[in-house]
């Protein structure tokens, strides 16, 4: 982990969460996603960004198992996977703030794999925010290797036309 970086901070439920801005590519109003069927309900379909196909998860389906209601204020964080872009519905988008390593907790709890992409908590000033490893993230999603070959697929269709 670095020394110090910039997270975004976006809430899911009451909870904050923060994702190091080096992941992030866009930060996009919700339009157009695509039904997929036949994918885990946490994959709300695919959309157009800048140019590339993304698939949309929805991050409050997979943590709490409960739709996000696509309002005014949802965003979805388009993110630089190890082998495609994804894009993450979130309630919204509050800030982008520093955080330094010696800020971020270990947790034990966080070592169970399904907690893994949990890099730690950061205690600022009371306010405790969950750090997301986006890499170990996508790596604990069942389905993520099917969505990979789909959007390899429809690019592989985009190119022949």
Same mark, same amino acid.
Do not use: C
């Given at each position: 982990?670095?020394?110090?970086?910039?997270?975004?901070?976006?809430?899911?439920?009451?909870?904050?969460?923060?994702?190091?801005?080096?992941?992030?590519?866009?930060?996009?109003?919700?339009?157009?996603?695509?039904?997929?069927?036949?994918?885990?309900?946490?994959?709300?379909?695919?959309?157009?960004?800048?140019?590339?196909?993304?698939? *949309?998860? #929805?991050? =409050?389906? $997979?943590?709490?198992?409960? !739709?996000?209601? &696509? @309002?005014?204020?949802?965003?979805?964080?388009?993110?630089?996977?190890?082998?495609?872009?994804?894009?993450?519905? *979130?309630? #919204?988008? =509050?800030? $982008?703030?520093?955080?330094? !390593?010696?800020? &971020? @907790?270990?947790?034990?709890?966080?070592?169970?794999?399904?907690?893994?992409?949990?890099?730690?908590?950061?205690?600022?000033?009371?306010?405790?925010?969950?750090?997301?490893?986006?890499?170990?993230? &996508?790596?604990?999603?069942?389905?993520?290797?099917?969505?990979?070959?789909?959007?390899?697929?429809?690019?592989?269709?985009?190119?022949?036309?």
């Amino acid at each position: 982990m670095k020394e110090s970086g910039k997270y975004i901070v976006f809430r899911v439920n009451n909870e904050e969460y923060a994702i190091d801005i080096d992941r992030v590519i866009a930060i996009e109003r919700v339009e157009n996603i695509s039904p997929v069927p036949h994918l885990p309900s946490y994959v709300k379909g695919i959309t157009l960004s800048r140019g590339h196909l993304v698939p *949309v998860l #929805d991050i =409050k389906d $997979i943590f709490y198992h409960q !739709s996000l209601a &696509i @309002e005014d204020e949802v965003r979805t964080l388009v993110l630089q996977g190890e082998g495609f872009e994804y894009g993450l519905l *979130v309630a #919204d988008t =509050k800030e $982008i703030i520093e955080i330094s !390593s010696n800020q &971020i @907790e270990k947790i034990d709890l966080l070592a169970h794999f399904e907690l893994s992409y949990m890099a730690g908590v950061a205690n600022l000033n009371a306010r405790l925010i969950t750090v997301i490893d986006t890499a170990a993230f &996508i790596r604990t999603l069942e389905g993520m290797e099917d969505i990979d070959s789909y959007i390899n697929e429809l690019k592989q269709e985009q190119q022949a036309t």
